[in-house]
């Protein structure tokens, strides 16, 4: 596509579950983020892929957290055992090589 | 601790005013984004400046970065209605290989 896709658009999850949110970068991109916003806020930074460097996982907020990117192009994040303070918008980012950022339009979490 | 500190964090006016967003940090960036998000949405880049003291225009937005580095500030001139959203500003330190850091964000709201 010609964007960045985020998949699920919205997810409402039980407390305690596993959920798992796809991104699916702009073509030719080598880096990868993901953000987490909640309501209204400014963005909380994640983890980071660059190319085939080990990505910078300083943000994930817990073991709980996790991220993949398979083949240097799609992205999942998953978070395990979810909790009512998970719920938040959960962006993914992808950048060319003129340092340009792009953003999905986010995967929507509720953890209930 | 919040690296990149916006003010204001709210802002309301009436169309054909103007207005200034300021992001602050003690930290020295390699480049500086702003960002507008609109709900529902992921954040859109407006701008990239990586000079100390560079100033960038962008019809009636005008983007300034300190000359250390530090800071920036975006000025909006005869604000209209479409210019309502949230202002994320954004800062990279180092290299390209690096994560994008970003403010606390400033929503401004324009009435007629």
């Known amino acids: 596509g010609a964007g960045v896709s985020q998949s699920p658009s919205n997810k409402v999850t039980e407390k305690g579950k596993d959920v798992e949110l796809r991104c699916d970068p702009i073509?030719?991109?080598?880096?990868l983020y993901w953000y987490r916003q909640s309501l209204g806020q400014g963005l909380e930074f994640l983890i980071y892929?660059?190319?085939?460097?080990?990505?910078?996982k300083s943000g994930l907020p817990s073991d709980r957290f996790s991220a993949e990117r398979t083949g240097g192009s799609v992205s999942t994040l998953t978070i395990q055992r979810t909790q009512q303070e998970d719920s938040a918008v959960y962006l993914c980012?992808?950048?060319?090589?003129?340092?340009?950022?792009?953003f999905g339009e986010g995967s929507w979490l509720t953890v209930v | 601790t919040q690296l990149l500190e916006q003010s204001p964090q709210f802002l309301s006016i009436q169309e054909g005013e103007n207005l200034t967003v300021y992001c602050n940090s003690s930290?020295?960036?390699?480049?500086l984004q702003w960002y507008r998000q609109e709900p529902g949405e992921g954040p859109v880049l407006l701008v990239t400046?990586?000079?100390?003291?560079e100033v960038k225009k962008l019809k009636r937005l005008t983007f300034q970065f300190g000359d250390a580095r530090k800071d920036s500030s975006l000025h909006i001139t005869a604000a209209q209605p479409g210019d309502t959203g949230l202002y994320l500003c954004?800062?990279?330190?180092?290299?390209?290989?690096?994560?994008?850091?970003f403010g606390t964000g400033t929503r401004l709201q324009v009435t007629l």
């Open positions: 980012a992808s950048r060319n090589a003129g340092n340009t950022i792009y």
């Open positions: 073509s030719g991109h080598t880096a």
């Open positions: 892929f660059q190319g085939n460097s080990a990505p910078d």
């Open positions: 930290s020295v960036f390699s480049s």
């Open positions: 400046v990586v000079t100390g003291g």
């Open positions: 954004a800062g990279m330190m180092g290299g390209t290989a690096s994560k994008l850091t």
